[in-house]
């Protein structure tokens, strides 16, 4: 891992301090795969369940073997750990670690591109925002140990990475979706929906290659529907079905069992939303975690207030393809999300796959504008030192 990060760093030209990052990040990752290890021994989660085969509600007819677990949602996962736990014994600590470099190369995919493609940096508090933002605490927890969500956020990652450049990375778009589709179904369908979204609208993509991908977009969209369905139990993809899907999950979260639980039947729209991606704050914390996670959505909820005011039509039409994409999958998952999820544990769990695009999605906008001021200021500079040298060569001439 540390010498792909170099190899990384080397190909996209990064400076010798970002590639330090990287090292520091991989670290920083591993030291939560083990932090995730405790917290679930200690506290319960699917996760150990996955790793030692515990699910109860997954039920093998015949023979147990590999690829009686080959399926959607949690089979998959099964089946992923299948080979590492159940043939070759590994221990849950040693599954984490490896789930967790999935969620660091996810991780670094996003670094990479932010990296790259970014045209200034912004402080806040006198902090770089980047690469600060990639120390995010939830970034790498959720990220970190055996689950959906490890392979649902490296899949996510890969697929935009490839997005970004299409022409030679189509094919890593095709199997990060395979894995993204398996693990969570909707997910997928929110992705390849978005990706096509943002190829037909975005200005850098020719108008053929604009017409095939969206093509072949909305042909997997509609393809993959009906085992979305499925996935989600309700017989189409409608606003009622959805809202009423929403009821009945938001329902079950919310009862005595679940500490964090929020009465989300009683909120409006605007309150959901808020919830969703602003919450937990400091008045909601009970633990350190809801406590660390409050600084991360204070800065959240600060940057938003950034969008009206750097919102151009120019910053949106330069903005890297993958941000586009990634904001285009960003709201339908949050508009379905915010109905659905009453406790903020699991919002923190579920916002963490598509949250880092709408951060950097505000990112771009105020780097973008500050861009244009610094070369405004250049501009003045350039004529006004243009005057200068002219003023003196007539000088010169005069004397």
Not at 275 to 293: A, E, G, K, Q
Not at 321 to 344: C, D, E, H, Q, R
């Amino acid at each position: 891992m540390v010498n792909t990060n170099s190899s990384m760093a080397k190909r996209f030209g990064l400076p010798y301090k970002y590639e330090l990052h990287l090292h520091y990040l991989l670290a920083y990752h591993i030291f939560f795969s083990l932090f995730f290890t405790w917290y679930i021994i200690n506290y319960g989660g699917d996760s150990q369940g996955y790793w030692k085969f515990g699910m109860e509600q997954v039920l093998i007819r015949g023979d147990e073997t590999w690829f009686s677990y080959f399926g959607e949602g949690t089979t998959f996962i099964l089946w992923l750990c299948y080979i590492p736990s159940q043939l070759m014994g590994l221990s849950y600590v040693t599954g984490n670690i490896l789930f967790g470099f999935l969620g660091f190369i996810g991780i670094r995919y996003i670094f990479v591109m932010t990296a790259d493609l970014f045209p200034e940096n912004h402080e806040v508090l006198g902090i770089s925002l980047f690469p600060a933002v990639f120390y995010f605490l939830n970034l790498h927890f959720w990220s970190a140990g055996v689950g959906k969500d490890s392979v649902c956020f490296w899949g996510i990652a890969w697929f935009f990475f490839a997005v970004q450049k299409y022409k030679t990375r189509w094919w890593q778009a095709a199997i990060a979706l395979f894995f993204v589709y398996l693990s969570r179904p909707h997910m997928g369908q929110a992705l390849i929906s978005g990706a096509g979204l943002a190829i037909l609208l975005g200005s850098e993509v020719k108008l053929g290659y604009k017409i095939a991908l969206s093509g072949l977009a909305a042909a997997g969209a509609i393809l993959l529907l009906p085992s979305t369905l499925e996935a989600l139990r309700i017989e189409e993809l409608s606003f009622e079905a959805l809202e009423t899907m929403s009821g009945v999950r938001s329902a079950g979260l919310n009862t005595r069992n679940v500490g964090s639980g929020v009465d989300l039947a009683s909120y409006s729209w605007p309150m959901k939303l808020f919830t969703y991606m602003f919450r937990p704050l400091f008045i909601d914390s009970h633990n350190i975690v809801t406590f660390l996670s409050s600084f991360e959505n204070l800065l959240y909820l600060w940057l938003s207030f950034f969008i009206y005011r750097n919102w151009t039509p120019e910053a949106i039409r330069d903005m890297p393809l993958f941000i586009k994409a990634g904001m285009l999958t960003f709201i339908p998952v949050a508009w379905a999300f915010m109905g659905a999820l009453s406790n903020l544990g699991i919002i923190m769990r579920m916002k963490n796959m598509t949250m880092i695009y709408f951060l950097l999605f505000c990112f771009f906008l105020i780097a973008y504008n500050k861009k244009l001021r610094i070369q405004k200021v250049q501009e003045k500079m350039r004529y006004y030192l243009q005057r200068e040298e002219i003023k003196r060569k007539k000088k010169e001439l005069a004397g």
